[in-house]
């Protein structure tokens, strides 16, 4: 099988991604989105602080191997 002939086989057996664009440019909308104010830290994030938290207090051999492996 000559090179020729593997570009032709990836080429029939992989089709081509459609050049389709957005309908608009995405630009306006993702600098709107970073204006807003962000999310509020509510009661579920609340929650799993205080779950690693006492995690962390309950199995404190726990910290060096997470920071092992940031």
Do not use: N, S
């Not at 090179?3 to 309908?23: G, M």
Request: no cysteine.
């Amino acid at each position: 099988m000559t090179d020729d002939d593997l570009i032709r086989a990836l080429q029939t057996a992989v089709p081509r991604w459609p050049d389709d664009r957005p309908a608009t440019d995405l630009w306006p909308r993702m600098l709107r989105r970073l204006d807003q104010a962000p999310p509020p830290f509510g009661w579920l994030e609340a929650a799993l602080v205080a779950a690693i938290l006492v995690v962390f207090a309950v199995f404190p051999k726990i910290v060096p191997v997470l920071l092992w492996h940031l």
